[in-house]
């Protein structure tokens, strides 16, 4: 009901109020409107029916006094100012207030009414009265979404503004105050033009134009504000639903630190590349000297233990007691220098020599292996078990001396008392079941499990064994340079894998060998086992 039906409400309520005064109160009005007059000689308020199911009232009249301890004190105020300034001209009033209703509720009205006199000159107030209670909670709840909108612009770490189809500024951020220097108050209604210094305004400026036509472009600005940051930005056209573009927004990104960090990273890669040379240099350096160890420091051994044997064998009967027992000592202390030089040249061989993997069977590498130890096996009556072992993709002379090294460890810290038995087991494994550096890289791997019923160690050495020239027992109890465990680790280590072992004191050591699985033609070979 807008005002000119209130115009007429007035009138007929002028001439013929007994007739028309229920028909007004009566009527079938919207559900959030209502009719309320206002009888001030007998200060009373006639309610339509919607009204008073609105206002929560069961009867059609009320009080005046008790209707209007209901409006907001301050409202009340407002409009018995407005009814005193425009009495005399009879105009109609429009005005908004909050009314409390009985139950506590707290409701808002938007009112259209006009003072009127009958023709027995009584005055009379008829006002139409609408129910805004629920558009003041949905415009409340936009004006919050938007200064949520506003504060969350504010707090982010990028630049964001926006503007008009005219390309005059409607939004403006802090990071934008930030970075230009303008404030959201000088910003706002300024054209875009004048926002960006040049020489920067030319490429600003036709990207918006661009994105008026429906384009995104990407701007990269260097130097641009008083810090002299690189800003990348973005120009992207704002659409309604309809695909309709009305205005312009720049997502703008500082990049410096990035760019920085880009050229860093060159520098770095320079660094690595200068660094790479020079270990190249090295490795062949040691690769020399591997060489030097294997032919030239191999033949002055040979001869001191030639020399200390013949003596041995030919003046053995002319040689005193203490003299047989030095020459014994020089032939031992040769044959471990002998031994601590070829170990020193296998651990140098898997540092320099090239990578090579190669589709290899594994389980050949194995019978080579047991071949290789076929007399020390027989010897201490050993019996080796295995699983199939797959093939794959390995460095395939460094497994060989992997496998090597751990079967003769367990042959030779064997327990004297029971015939050595080694239990060789092979399984792929699940990511839970991978130390944490090898999870998460979408890698398979297989593990190697080496089991023997030896003299086994204490847990405490499950980390030191594997360390250059750590031994655990003495050298003439068990001789040996105290490397084969280090060249394992390292041989480990170059195919990407993981290896641990664990010792029970008098009941054996357990190596665990983990790797890559790396093939061409996959099988799942963890099913069988095999005898030896």
Same mark, same amino acid.
């Given at each position: 009901?807008?005002?000119?039906?209130?115009?007429?409400?007035?009138?007929?309520?002028?001439?013929?109020?007994?007739?028309?005064?229920?028909?007004?109160?009566?009527?079938?009005?919207?559900?959030? @409107?209502?009719?309320?007059?206002?009888?001030?000689?007998?200060?009373?308020?006639?309610?339509?029916?919607?009204?008073?199911?609105?206002?929560?009232?069961?009867?059609?009249?009320?009080?005046?006094?008790?209707?209007?301890?209901?409006?907001?004190?301050?409202?009340?105020?407002?409009?018995?100012?407005?009814?005193?300034?425009?009495?005399?001209? @009879?105009?109609?009033?429009?005005?908004?207030?909050?009314?409390?209703?009985? /139950?506590?509720?707290?409701?808002?009205?938007?009112?259209?009414?006009?003072?009127?006199?009958?023709? /027995?000159?009584?005055?009379?107030?008829?006002?139409?009265?609408?129910?805004?209670?629920?558009?003041?909670?949905?415009?409340?709840?936009? @004006?919050?979404?938007?200064?949520?909108?506003?504060?969350?612009?504010?707090?982010?770490?990028?630049?964001?503004?926006?503007?008009?189809?005219?390309?005059?500024?409607?939004?403006?951020?802090?990071?934008?105050?930030?970075?230009?220097?303008?404030?959201?108050?000088?910003?706002?209604?300024?054209?875009?033009?004048?926002?960006?210094?040049?020489?920067?305004?030319?490429?600003?400026?036709?990207?918006?134009?661009?994105?008026?036509?429906?384009?995104?472009?990407?701007?990269?600005?260097?130097?641009?504000?008083?810090?002299?940051?690189?800003?990348?930005?973005?120009?992207?056209?704002?659409?309604?639903?309809?695909?309709?573009?009305?205005?312009?927004?720049?997502?703008?990104?500082?990049?410096?630190?990035?760019?920085?960090?880009?050229?860093?990273?060159?520098?770095?890669?320079?660094?690595?590349?200068?660094?790479?040379?020079?270990?190249?240099?090295?490795?062949?350096?040691?690769?020399?000297?591997?060489?030097?160890?294997s032919h030239d420091l191999q033949e002055p051994l040979r001869k001191i233990q030639t020399f200390s044997r013949k003596i041995l064998d030919t003046d053995h009967a002319h040689l005193s007691e203490p003299g047989k027992d030095s020459f014994r000592r020089i032939e031992n202390a040769a044959q471990r220098m002998q031994s601590l030089i070829n170990d020193l040249h296998t651990f140098s061989r898997t540092t320099t020599q090239p990578k090579e993997f190669a589709e290899t069977d594994l389980n050949?590498?194995?019978? /080579?292996?047991?071949?290789?130890?076929?007399?020390?096996?027989?010897?201490?009556?050993?019996?080796?078990?295995?699983?199939?072992?797959?093939?794959?993709?390995?460095?395939?002379? @460094?497994?060989?001396?992997?496998?090597?090294?751990?079967?003769?460890?367990?042959?030779?810290?064997?327990?004297?008392?029971?015939?050595?038995?080694?239990?060789?087991?092979?399984?792929?494994? /699940?990511?839970?079941?991978?130390?944490?550096?090898?999870?998460?890289?979408?890698?398979?791997y297989f593990s190697i499990t080496i089991s023997d019923n030896g003299i086994g160690f204490e847990p405490q050495y499950s980390d030191k064994i594997f360390e250059l020239f750590q031994r655990l027992h003495g050298k003439h109890e068990y001789p040996g340079t105290g490397l084969g465990l280090a060249i394992c680790k390292k041989i480990v280590q170059n195919h990407n894998g993981h290896i641990s072992a664990e010792g029970n004191p008098g009941k054996g050591t357990t190596i665990k060998i983990i790797?890559?699985?790396?093939?061409?033609?996959?099988?799942?070979?963890?099913?069988?086992?095999?005898?030896?």
């Amino acid at each position: 009901m807008n005002s000119s039906t209130n115009e007429i409400s007035a009138f007929m309520y002028r001439d013929t109020k007994p007739k028309f005064l229920n028909l007004l109160l009566e009527f079938p009005y919207h559900p959030d @409107q209502g009719v309320l007059i206002v009888d001030t000689i007998n200060e009373e308020i006639h309610l339509s029916n919607n009204l008073r199911q609105i206002l929560h009232i069961d009867d059609e009249k009320i009080n005046l006094d008790e209707y209007l301890k209901r409006i907001d004190e301050v409202d009340l105020k407002r409009i018995k100012f407005q009814f005193i300034e425009n009495y005399a001209d @009879q105009e109609i009033l429009f005005d908004e207030y909050k009314i409390n209703t009985e /139950e506590g509720w707290r409701k808002n009205f938007r009112s259209f009414s006009r003072l009127v006199k009958n023709s /027995e000159e009584q005055i009379f107030i008829v006002a139409n009265i609408s129910d805004t209670t629920r558009s003041h909670e949905i415009n409340k709840a936009y @004006q919050e979404k938007l200064a949520y909108i506003d504060m969350a612009l504010d707090n982010s770490i990028d630049m964001f503004c926006a503007f008009d189809l005219d390309l005059s500024c409607i939004s403006w951020n802090k990071k934008c105050e930030e970075i230009t220097g303008f404030l959201k108050s000088e910003a706002i209604g300024k054209p875009a033009v004048s926002l960006f210094p040049l020489p920067r305004k030319e490429k600003v400026i036709t990207g918006l134009r661009a994105a008026l036509k429906g384009d995104v472009s990407k701007v990269l600005i260097e130097e641009f504000s008083p810090q002299n940051l690189i800003i990348e930005k973005f120009i992207i056209p704002l659409k309604d639903n309809k695909g309709r573009i009305f205005g312009v927004m720049i997502a703008g990104h500082d990049v410096t630190a990035i760019k920085a960090t880009a050229n860093r990273l060159k520098e770095l890669y320079q660094a690595i590349k200068e660094k790479n040379a020079e270990l190249e240099r090295s490795n062949n350096e040691l690769a020399s000297f591997s060489y030097i160890a294997s032919h030239d420091l191999q033949e002055p051994l040979r001869k001191i233990q030639t020399f200390s044997r013949k003596i041995l064998d030919t003046d053995h009967a002319h040689l005193s007691e203490p003299g047989k027992d030095s020459f014994r000592r020089i032939e031992n202390a040769a044959q471990r220098m002998q031994s601590l030089i070829n170990d020193l040249h296998t651990f140098s061989r898997t540092t320099t020599q090239p990578k090579e993997f190669a589709e290899t069977d594994l389980n050949i590498l194995l019978y /080579e292996v047991k071949t290789e130890l076929r007399e020390k096996l027989e010897a201490k009556k050993a019996n080796i078990i295995s699983e199939e072992l797959p093939t794959c993709r390995v460095i395939g002379f @460094q497994i060989r001396q992997l496998l090597e090294n751990i079967l003769n460890n367990s042959l030779k810290y064997s327990n004297p008392s029971v015939n050595p038995k080694i239990s060789i087991k092979c399984k792929m494994l /699940e990511e839970d079941e991978l130390p944490a550096e090898l999870q998460n890289e979408g890698i398979n791997y297989f593990s190697i499990t080496i089991s023997d019923n030896g003299i086994g160690f204490e847990p405490q050495y499950s980390d030191k064994i594997f360390e250059l020239f750590q031994r655990l027992h003495g050298k003439h109890e068990y001789p040996g340079t105290g490397l084969g465990l280090a060249i394992c680790k390292k041989i480990v280590q170059n195919h990407n894998g993981h290896i641990s072992a664990e010792g029970n004191p008098g009941k054996g050591t357990t190596i665990k060998i983990i790797l890559p699985f790396q093939s061409d033609n996959y099988h799942n070979p963890f099913k069988k086992q095999k005898a030896n």
